[in-house]
């Protein structure tokens, strides 16, 4: 890997939080004090949310504490060390995002159950500059803090119905492609691309995840209508 990553946390208030990464082998003053990318950063007492699992990383992993901060080094050498900052940076940025404490439960909830091959796939969607952070809204989707915004339209019934069926179902083959993904990753841990379509469609991961989109939608229909 190019990059090392660093965990900083500040415990007192405001508490703060951020997943950075910098360059491993820096060849300007810049690099070394920079870091080239943040994969997630928050702050307030929503980082509650994921204290124990930066108490975890604490123990796990050195530390370096500067004033009323601790850097936690991760540890190149552990397999376990990449998938901790990923996992941890994701959380805090949708911390970041979540406009409720609901929100906050339900994504950081989300993102500590998740499955390593999800965290790798996610991370990248977010550090993707064309994608970035609707990555975060799908997560958010994906996770019940959110329902895909449906805007109806102020015409005729019928053109209303006709405005929402256009609008619904774009969103759900978007949310089919990105779980058909995340099964076909599953299945192949280290793709060495990303599936094509064909390959979703010919192994059976466009069918199951249309299931799984439309089940999981109806499920927040119902939450939200009772």
């Known amino acids: 890997m190019p990059f090392k990553y660093i965990i900083k946390w500040r415990r007192h208030n405001p508490e703060k939080v951020s997943v950075e990464a910098y360059h491993k082998y820096p060849k300007t003053e810049q ?110 989707i994906l996770s019940g803090a959110k329902q895909p915004s449906i805007k109806p339209s102020i015409k005729q019934n019928a053109q209303r119905q006709n405005q929402q069926k256009g609008t619904f179902w774009p969103i759900v083959r978007h949310l089919m492609i990105e779980k058909a993904i995340q099964l076909y990753v599953k299945d192949h841990p280290q793709p060495e691309k990303q599936p094509e379509m064909r390959e979703l469609k010919q192994g059976g991961y466009m069918n199951l995840a249309k299931k799984i989109v439309l089940k999981e939608l109806n499920q927040q229909r119902k939450i939200g209508t009772s």
């Open 31 to 140: 690099e070394k004090r920079k870091p080239a990318f943040i994969i997630g950063k928050a702050e307030g007492a929503e980082i509650i949310a994921i204290r124990h699992m930066l108490e975890k990383a604490a123990k796990k992993f050195p530390t370096k504490k500067y004033g009323k901060t601790i850097h936690i080094i991760l540890n190149e050498s552990d397999p376990t060390a990449y998938e901790t900052a990923y996992r941890i940076g994701l959380a805090a940025a949708l911390i970041n995002k979540a406009q409720t404490p609901q929100e906050v439960k339900m994504c950081t909830r989300y993102i500590e159950n998740a499955m390593p091959e999800e965290i790798w796939f996610w991370t990248s969607k977010l550090l993707d500059e064309e994608i970035g952070v609707k990555a975060l809204d799908a997560l958010a």
